[in-house]
Each structure stands twice: as C-alpha cells, then as structure tokens.
C-alpha cells in the first residue's frame, strides 16, 4: 500500500502461450534511491494460482526506482516437464532449454503516493509489460 511518502508495487502474469495466469512464477522486488544509487533486495514472493503476488514488500521511503525480477526458466522447465510425461520433448527447445529468456527483470522510476501495477506477459521466447491499473 502507498503511502504519502512511499510508493507501491503489484504485478501479475499471464502466459500467453498458454492463455493462462502463470502460477508458481519467483519474483523479487529491488528498489533504489536515486540513479547512481545502487540496488537494494527488498524481497520477495510467488505468483499465485491467478497469477498475482500479493504480498510484494513496499519500497523504502525515498525510492526512485523499482525493479522487478521473474524467473521465468523454472517455471517453463516445470511446464515443459509435465506436458512431457505424456508427449516427445518440445521441438522448440533450444540445448534442452525450455525458454529464451531464462529470466526477466523490468526497472521502472516511482513516484511517493503512487501505486504501480506492472503486469508481464509472457511466453517461452517472448514477453511484453506495460503499466496497469
């Protein structure tokens, strides 16, 4: 929840490729105080089965940018592992990988009092965020 002095962070992703919430998806929140500050783990959750983190950490008074980091590799791997008990390894998977992007990590510039909500879309070789509601 922001305050005055803080500001807040929610997220929630959905895997396209799917047409799903992404569940069991790690995410840390970072924060910082200033450009050339450096970054500053504040910790961190897991998606739910809708796909959300409700239980990210508020960032400091004082923030000015905040970053997200998704670890998307495990919960691709994890995916791929189930859809393979019953079929042939993904054709798509590249050196036994099951994603591109074996992480994803956004960074954004906050404001005190305001709430930002940063949904990630996403799919084994691509995603896209944008600021929600």
């Known amino acids: 929840m922001s305050t005055e002095?803080?500001?807040?962070?929610?997220?929630?992703?959905?895997?396209?490729?799917?047409?799903?919430?992404a569940g069991g998806v790690a995410v840390r929140l970072l924060a910082r105080s200033g450009r050339e500050a450096d970054w500053q783990a504040l910790g961190g959750s897991s998606t739910d089965a809708d796909g959300r983190c409700k239980d990210l950490p508020a960032p400091p008074e004082g923030t000015t940018h905040v970053r997200l980091e998704f670890d998307t590799e495990t919960y691709f791997a994890k995916k791929q592992a189930a859809a393979q008990q019953d079929a042939p390894a993904l054709r798509d998977s590249e050196n036994g990988r099951p994603v591109f992007f074996p992480e994803v990590t956004i960074a954004f510039a906050v404001v005190p009092g305001e709430h930002y909500h940063v949904p990630l879309l996403l799919n084994p070789f691509g995603y896209s965020v944008y600021r929600g509601s």
């Open 5 to 21: 002095t803080t500001a807040s962070v929610s997220t929630h992703i959905l895997d396209t490729s799917a047409g799903r919430p």
